[in-house]
Nanobody, 124 residues
Framework: QVQLVESGGGLVQAGGSLRLSCAAS????????MGWFRQAPGKEREFVAV????????YYADSVKGRFTVSRDDAKNTVYLQMSSLKPEDTAAYYC?????????????????WGQGTQVTVSS
């Protein structure tokens, strides 16, 4: 069992930056592929980024590529999402998630554990 707790959300102006953190407990995140998703009101949950456990490459949704950076510190059992050049359309609740099985990183239904989410609001 893994417990995930996100933090770092808030209100920021367009063009600003935020860093989200996802602290894990119960199991070490080094055993898991760690993803970030977001969900805006009335919309489906969408993939943002993933830091796979086996390889050092990271993957991003096209909408955030070049602006967001996902990283993991296995020693601190924490995953981060650095968000820069934020846009109003980035406004959403952001969730981190963990999965054992490799692949299909963009599919939320394949993840085993989820945090409670942290709200990010970008004003124009």
């Amino acid at each position: 069992q893994v417990q995930l707790v996100e933090s770092g959300g808030g209100l920021v102006q367009a063009g600003g930056s935020l860093r989200l953190s996802c602290a894990a407990s119960g199991r070490t995140v080094s055993n898991y592929n760690m993803g970030w998703f977001r969900q805006a009101p009335g919309k489906e949950r969408e993939f943002v980024a993933v830091a796979p456990r086996v390889i050092s490459d990271t993957y991003y949704a096209d909408s955030v590529k070049g602006r967001f950076t996902v990283s993991r510190d296995d020693a601190k059992n924490t995953v981060y999402l650095q968000m820069s050049s934020l846009k109003p359309e980035d406004t959403a609740a952001y969730y981190c998630a963990a999965k054992i099985i490799n692949g299909h990183y963009a599919k939320p239904g394949t993840y085993d554990y989820w945090g409670q989410g942290t709200q990010v609001t970008v004003s124009s």
